[in-house]
Structure formats: C-alpha cells, structure tokens
C-alpha cells in the first residue's frame, strides 16, 4: 500500500535551493515534461520539481527533507530506460545525478577506476581503453545513458556473453539511504565475504534501495584485435538452434546477436547503410571473436562456420577492418531505434536458457497469431536474452488494451516455462511490476517486498517500481 505523499510547496522548494542553490532547481513547464519522460514506450509522468545536486552529502540532505515530509525522490539519469524506472510516478521529486559525472580515479596499479553515476558509458569506456584497459558492459545505447542507470539495471549488451553484465565488474559503492545516511556498501577487493553482499544488493534494484553516488569498478586487459561475422539464415529457428551448437562446440565468442528478417530489414532502412539481402534470408547472427593474436581468431571464426553451415546458412561475411566491423553493428545497434519509428510497440526483454532459444521463438510467434499482433524479434542469442517487439500495426485499439496484457502474460509464462525469466538487462520499474507473479513465488516476492521496507520505511525512494 502506497502511503499518502506530500506535496511540494513553496516552503519545499526554498528548502531545496537553500540546499544546492537557485540555479539547481526547476520547477517550469519545460524542465517538467523534459524530465516526465524516459524511453519507455509513450509514457508520461510530470515531476512537481527537478533537482540537480552535485555530490553524495547535497542528495544526503535533500532525501532527509523529503523522508521527513513524505514527499517522494525518483532518481533519473540520462532516461534512456525501457521499463519506466526512471518515471515519477507520484510526481514529488525527480532528482538528476546528471552534475554527477566525473571519472575521479583510474588505478592502474590495481586494474581499477572510481567514478560518478552521471558519466556516460562509452565516455567511461573510451577513457580506460586509452590506457589499453576495458569495461566491457555495452548497452545499446552506450553513447548516451550513464553508467548509474547501468547500475540500477544491471545492464548487459552484447559483449555481456563472454565477458559479464554490469555487477560481474562493481567492486564497492558509495550510497545514499533513502534516510539519508551515506555509506560504503563492500571493499575496493576482487574477493570479498565479509557479510551479506550489499554491494550486488543495489545493482539491480533500479534506485529503489538507494542512490548511488560513487562506483569503484574493476577492469581487465582490452583484447587487441576482434573479426566479425554477419550469418544469414533461411530459417529463423534455425538460427536460434545454431547459437548453442556453436557452444557445444567448444567455441566462446565475445558476442553472438540475433536478428529476423524485419528487425535488419527496419534497421537497413533507419540507418545510412546499404545492404542488399535475398528474399530466401529470414534471420542473421552477428558473431563477434576477441582476443590478442589474430591466427587463433580466424581459426574460431573456420570453426565457427563449420557449424553454422550445418543449420541451412548462405553466404557468410567476414569483417575483418574497422569500417566493415562498424557498419554491421551500427545495423545491430540500430535495429531498437528502427522499431519505433515503425509503429507503436511494447518491447518484451525476455531470456531463456540458450538451446530453448527456438522453442521461445515459436512460442511467440504462436501467441502473436492468437491474438492478432506481429512481433519483430533480434537481442543477445549468446545468452538467451530475446528481445520481443510486439508491434500493434493493424491491430485495434481495444485488442491492444485490453487484450494484449493476457498475450504479454502468456509469453512470460511460457518463458518462465522454458527456465528463464521476465527480464535479463531492462529492468522491471514500472511496465512490468504487475507481471512478477510469474516469476517468483508469493514468499519470494514478500522477502523483497520486506527488503523495500527495510531500507526506506517511509516509501519515498523510487516509488511505483518493481512491487510498490
């Protein structure tokens, strides 16, 4: 039960700017609809004020204030998210870690670097690899979100497949509670069991627990040289078959992403690049090997031909120089952005066990013939991450209302079914919450329902998100 929230008034927002000063808060017309918005689908929440603070003891004081007066605090970022996590829901606060972004040591000694939630993702990455150092966690849209939202999500991306998701390189955080004490949540260690892990308690909680103010991150060596492969395939299925065969063969790609015939078909046409495909082609793999002596990488990539030719594959293309590598993933990268221009869409972020890949493929496809809407499928096969874009093209207003829920719920049963679950990197936030029955069992979802509460009492963290 959601408690009753204050709303902001003038007292609220002269407290604010006593806090972080005039220039830093903003409560006009402009700034509010800007900020009521993320990428989710068409939604729109207004905030009642947009604050800026600039470090941990500024949001210290901000979230004491509003703990005591009951107003509630959404923490956004760049709002590149597709679950409404960053979506102020009750209105109240929308705080921005935007002033957050400095990258305030590189450790080379010890492979590590300690920055700000407001830096974004390939800034930070384009930052290490100059030293030859790499981050590899890689979402979609790395150019612009910031690593805090990574945080709170737990993004992936497709080098997620051989090298982790955005927990596998956080070693210790510095959070503020929504009480608004400031702590460090783990050591600055490779290995660490000293306690509960608080540390990988708040990735993944999408800033329901706390806001993140600092982050110290490991890092690894950057592989120096990588070849590509486009696949395409007569069959869909097929190549979803193909991606765990690779793996039963002893191979290990750094990525390995799946797109059907629409999905590039949208992409091609979004984007600038020029790709001609035959008509008998019905999905692509994109197969990405990594490492530091290039004869071993062509070996994998015979290796890898070898099997994918034996699931009905056509002509491969090998890219081998920057240009080429480039362009085929600027098509993969495209493929989300292509979508919505498209059409109006819900975009499913499913994942399975690899090898049940097919069956999840067919599953939908079913559903989408059951109740009248086509889906345009592509994501990280490597892993079994299957992103579903139900596209509503010419189905009614009232089926996409009111009864594509039931389809939605179908698919997540059948996902659930398969050993998978309903989210791998978007996050549940706000679209999904109603949908997490299915994945977890009513004592399961009373622990973290208990955990919320626990942390923030009052409820004014982030409310309207996951359970709440």
Known sequence: MIKKYSKVNKTDIDSFIEIIGKNNVFFDEETLKNYSTDHTENLSFFPEIVIKPINSIEISKIIKY?????????????????????????????????????????????????????????????????????????????????????LAENAGGPKALKYGVTKDYVLNLEVVLPTGEIIWTGANVLKNSTGYNLTQLMVGSEGTLGIITKVVFKLIPLPKKTITLLVPFKSAELACEAVSAIFRAGLNPCSLEFMERDAINWAIKYSDVKMDINDDVQAHLLIEVDGNDENILYKECEEIEKVVTTFDCSEIILADNETHKNILWKLRRSVGEAVKVNSVYKEEDTVVP??????????????GLKYGFKSVCYGHAGDGNLHINIIKGEMSNHKWDKELKKAIREIFTLTVKLGGTISGEHGIGYVQ?????????????ELQVEIKKLFDPNKILNPGKIFI
């Open 433 to 445: 919450k109603s949908y997490m029955d299915i994945a977890f069992s009513k004592k399961a979802i």
């Open 66 to 150: 509003c703990n005591k007066r009951l107003i509630p605090i959404t923490p956004c970022g760049a709002r590149t998210g597709l679950s409404g996590g960053s979506l102020p829901i009750y209105g109240g606060v929308t705080l921005s870690t935007e002033r957050l972004n400095k990258i305030i040591e590189l450790d080379k000694r010890n492979l590590q670097a300690t920055v700000e939630p407001g830096v974004i993702n390939k800034v930070f990455k384009d930052f290490v690899e100059k030293e030859n150092l790499f981050y590899p966690p890689d979402p979609a849209s790395q150019g612009s979100c910031f690593l805090g939202g990574n």
């Open 354 to 367: 690899r090898a049940e890949l097919p069956k999840l493929l067919k599953g939908v496809k079913k559903i």
